[in-house]
C-alpha cells in the first residue's frame, strides 16, 4: 500500500488522486478492459488507455486495473496497482462534455514503468478490489440530491411561480412531487449513514450503494425537469459556468452524465436484482471464457 505519509495528503488534500478504470470498450462491464500490465523485471510496465477518468489533469496519483492475463475468464486476469499521474509514458487529454465542463479525461500509457511494490492486489485478485472501491464510491460520491440544487431551491422556486393563477406550491401535482423526493433523500440519507457506520466499525458497505446511486440521480434528473417546466421560457437560457448546485438548466443538461458516471442505470439495475434482492443472474454467454478468446 501507499505509505502512510501518502495517505494522510490524500485525505488533506494535499495530493489528488483519481481512478482510473473506465477505457472505451470497458465501462459499466469494467471486466472488459484492455490496459496490459506486463511483467518487466521486478516491476511492470503498462500500455493502453482509460477514458472518463474525473480529474486525471489535475491529478498526482491514481489507483488502476489492469489486464496481466488475457488467458484465464475475464474477471480472473485483472490486477490492481497504483501510478504516479507524472511518470513518463503518461498522457492525459481532457473531454469537454455537453454542459461545457472539461472534468474528465481520456489518459494514454505508453511503457509506463511501475515497481512491484505499487500493487494494491494480488496478481490477478484486482476485480475483487475494484468492486470494493465502487461499493465506497457510490456512497462518497454522490449524496441524496444526486449532486443537484437543495430541496429547499425546489420549494422556493414553487412558492413563487405560478401554476393556473396560484402559487405552484398550492398544485398536488407539484407538493406530491416535493414529498416523494423529500421521503426518498431521507431513505437514501439513512441508508448512507448505516454504511458510514459500518465501514467506521472495519465493516465492508454492502451493494445497497447501488440504490443510492441510482435513485437518487434519476430523482434529481426529474426533480429538475419539473422546475424547467414551471419556469417555462425563464428555464431555457443556459449558463455552462453556473453551479450545478444552484442553476436549473445547468443541473438538467449534466444530469446525463450522472447516470453513467460510477456505472450505469442497468448496471446498477442487475446489481440491485442480483445482490439485495437475491434475482436469478443475467445469461452470461462467455462466463468462464478465456479473455482472449472472447470476440472482440
Not at 459556468?241 to 436549473?248: G, K, L, Q, Y
Amino acid at each position: 500500500m501507499p505509505g502512510a505519509g501518502r495517505r494522510a495528503k490524500a485525505l488533506s488534500g494535499e495530493e489528488i488522486w483519481c481512478q482510473l478504470f473506465s477505457e472505451p470498450a470497458a465501462g459499466s462491464d469494467l471486466a472488459g478492459l484492455r490496459l496490459r500490465a506486463e511483467p518487466d523485471g521486478n516491476g511492470w510496465k503498462l500500455n493502453g488507455q482509460k477514458l472518463w477518468t474525473s480529474y486525471a489533469h489535475l491529478s498526482d496519483y491514481g489507483v488502476i486495473v489492469a489486464r496481466t492475463d488475457p488467458t484465464v475468464a475475464k474477471h480472473k486476469g485483472l490486477t490492481y496497482y497504483w501510478v504516479n499521474m507524472h511518470a513518463p509514458g503518461v498522457e492525459v487529454r481532457q473531454v469537454r462534455l455537453a454542459g461545457g465542463d472539461s472534468h474528465v479525461n481520456e489518459v494514454f500509457f505508453d511503457d509506463v514503468r511501475l515497481d512491484d511494490s505499487q500493487r494494491l492486489s494480488p496478481v490477478g485478485g484486482g476485480f475483487g478490489v475494484a468492486m470494493a472501491t465502487l461499493m465506497i464510491e457510490r456512497y462518497v460520491a454522490t449524496d441524496s440530491s444526486g449532486f443537484g440544487p437543495h430541496l429547499d431551491m425546489f420549494t422556493s422556486l414553487a412558492q413563487t411561480v405560478q401554476v393556473n393563477g396560484q402559487p405552484a406550491i398550492r398544485d398536488g401535482r407539484v407538493r406530491s412531487a416535493l414529498a416523494r423526493n423529500y421521503a426518498m433523500r431521507n431513505a437514501l440519507d439513512a441508508i448512507t449513514a448505516r454504511a458510514m457506520l459500518m465501514m467506521q466499525a472495519g465493516m465492508e458497505p454492502g451493494p445497497e450503494g447501488s440504490l443510492n446511486k441510482l435513485v437518487s440521480v434519476r430523482s434529481r434528473q426529474k426533480l429538475v425537469e419539473l422546475a424547467i417546466d414551471l419556469l417555462g421560457t425563464d428555464g431555457v437560457p443556459f449558463d455552462e459556468h453556473a453551479s450545478v448546485r444552484e442553476d436549473w438548466s445547468t443541473r438538467w443538461i449534466n444530469a446525463p452524465t450522472g447516470r453513467i458516471a460510477g456505472g450505469a442505470d442497468e448496471m446498477l439495475l442487475n446489481t440491485i436484482a442480483e445482490r439485495i434482492l437475491g434475482l436469478p443472474q443475467d445469461h452470461r454467454p462467455y462466463k468462464g471464457v478465456p479473455f482472449n478468446a472472447i470476440p472482440a
